[in-house]
Every structure is written in C-alpha cells, then in structure tokens.
C-alpha cells in the first residue's frame, strides 16, 4: 500500500505512541518515524519525493503547543509534507484555529486504530479526513461557499436503511423498538447493525453512537 511512504508521528510522549506506530506499520505499510516534539527545535521529518504525512499529537491540556509544531513543520518548506492530527477532543478549540489547506485531517480520542489506519490511507489517496460537521464549517469558510478546491472523501458511506438505523441507535432505541418503528424483524435490524459496525469500524453500539455524534 504505502510501502517507501513516511509516516510521521510528533509529540512531547514518544513512548506513548509506538502501539499506534505499530498499528500503522501493519494497517497500512507504511514507514513510521516517531519524534519528540519536547525540545523545542522543529521536529525531525522524514519523507519521499512523492509524499509523507505527519500526525501531531494535539491533546487537549496545550492545543496551541500542536499549532506550534504545525507552524515549525510547515517551516520546513516541503510541499509534498500532509498534515493531520491526533489525540483532538471533538468541539475543541483546536478545530477554530486551523483547517484544510493547512491540515488534511483530524483524529479525535476514541478513534479506534482501524479508523485510523483508513484515514491514514485516504490521506496518501489525495483525500481529506474529518467529520462532515467540520467539512460543513470549512466549506462555509471557502469563497462561494461550494468548496469546489476540497477532495473530500466520506468516511465508509452507509445506506439509507443504515443511516436511518444509525439515527435510531443514538436516540437510545433498542433492537426490537428500531424494528417495529421500521416494520422490520429483529434479526434483520441485528444484521444491518452488523454493517454498521463494519462500515464504521466500530465494536459496539456505544461505539457508533460516538461515531454519530462526531460526524453526523
């Protein structure tokens, strides 16, 4: 996939990020370079002539010190450098500082290692990756409104059966409530909460109601 591609994870723990290291070295192919962010000078970057992402830690204690770092990668005058980060709390005041074309991405603290490792791969593919709430403010921001310069790919889209069953889980309906609101059997409600979950990358219903509330 994106063998000979960097991957490059910045922040002041480096230690606490070799599982997510390890998780995108298998899930994606990719070279994974960590670097420590604590030391003040920029951050040591490691990237092809094609392309290279790098993930900055953006946990909510100091988001202005992941703008800095953004600021100090950005300084490195390489255009081929994607950006993107990680460790963000939805709502957070990081989301009004920056945006696209500045970052290709953002992942928030629940996303699981799967969710990952699929926007890592968007990204390389010439997407963007962040929840259509933010799409919505960002496209509002552009010149016309239409956002005609933003590749924008969706998360994993779901049906229109999946959406509306989606809807139901995170108004705390059970199984047998979403399958007579819908005129459907339990079994067939139980299967498509199964794509869900596939689609979604999630593991339970707590899971994609998170998933829910940050994207939709």
């Known amino acids: 996939m994106l063998a000979g591609r960097w991957i490059n994870i910045v922040g002041p723990d480096p230690e606490a990020y070799e599982e997510q290291a390890a998780n995108?070295?298998?899930?994606t192919e990719g070279r994974v370079h960590i670097t420590d962010s604590s030391g003040g000078s920029s951050p040591t970057l490691k990237f092809n002539a094609k392309s290279g992402l790098v993930l900055i830690d953006a946990t909510e204690d100091h988001?202005?010190?992941?703008?800095?770092?953004?600021?100090?990668?950005?300084?490195?005058?390489?255009?081929?450098?994607?950006?993107?980060?990680?460790?963000?709390?939805?709502?957070?005041?990081?989301e009004t500082l920056t945006g696209p074309p500045d970052i290709h991405g953002i992942f928030y603290t629940d996303c699981t290692p799967g969710l990952m490792a699929k926007g890592v791969l968007a990204m390389f593919n010439g997407d963007l990756w962040f929840p259509r709430r933010l799409i919505a403010r960002y496209l509002s921001d552009q010149p016309g409104g239409n956002?005609?310069?933003f590749p924008v790919r969706e998360h994993d889209l779901l049906t229109a059966r999946e959406m509306e069953i989606l809807h139901l889980l995170t108004t705390g309906a059970k199984n047998t409530d979403i399958a007579s609101e819908l005129s459907l059997s339990v079994h067939t409600i139980k299967?498509?909460?199964?794509?869900?979950?596939?689609?979604?990358?999630?593991a339970n219903r707590t899971q994609a109601v998170n998933w829910a509330t940050h994207n939709l």
């Open 63 to 94: 988001p202005g010190q992941a703008i800095e770092i953004l600021a100090q990668c950005h300084n490195s005058g390489k255009k081929q450098l994607m950006y993107a980060f990680f460790n963000a709390d939805p709502n957070s005041r990081l």
């Open 191 to 202: 299967t498509h909460i199964y794509h869900i979950y596939k689609k979604l990358d999630v």
């Open 147 to 149: 956002g005609s310069s």
């Open 24 to 27: 995108l070295r298998v899930n």
